[in-house]
């Protein structure tokens, strides 16, 4: 008993001089991990987007403009990510005219509401 205990100790001891191998492993994933965030960061940052990343701001993104395929993302504080999809389908439904718009020679759009106190462009 008396040997087998000297001899776990010396082998204990001399662990410290003996490196597993596998112990850099662990380590290889940290690096991983952090460069993939750097990554994800850099791609942002390419795109001039650093509002993705902001949690405070509300940013609204339209892709493929006037294509078949467009999309717009909508990020509102507090709430989850929207995508809306372009479909072919056309909004229907009951209301009320609101007021009118008027597009002048320059390309501007001017919006008039309808109310009591109309006034005359």
Do not use: C
């Not at 999809?85 to 919006?111: P, V």
């Amino acid at each position: 008993m008396n040997r087998r205990g000297r001899s776990s100790r010396r082998r204990h001891i001399g662990d410290d001089d003996e490196q597993n191998p596998l112990t850099g492993v662990a380590n290889l994933f940290d690096i991983a991990m952090v460069f993939s965030v750097a990554l994800l960061v850099a791609l942002v940052m390419s795109y001039q987007l650093p509002e993705l990343l902001s949690p405070t701001e509300n940013i609204t993104i339209v892709k493929n403009p006037g294509q078949k395929d467009m999309q717009i993302i909508i990020k509102e504080e507090g709430k989850p990510i929207e995508i809306l999809n372009m479909t072919n389908e056309l909004g229907s439904g009951s209301g009320e005219a609101l007021g009118t718009a008027y597009r002048l020679a320059d390309g501007s759009i001017i919006y008039v509401p309808f109310g009591e106190n109309e006034t005359s462009i």
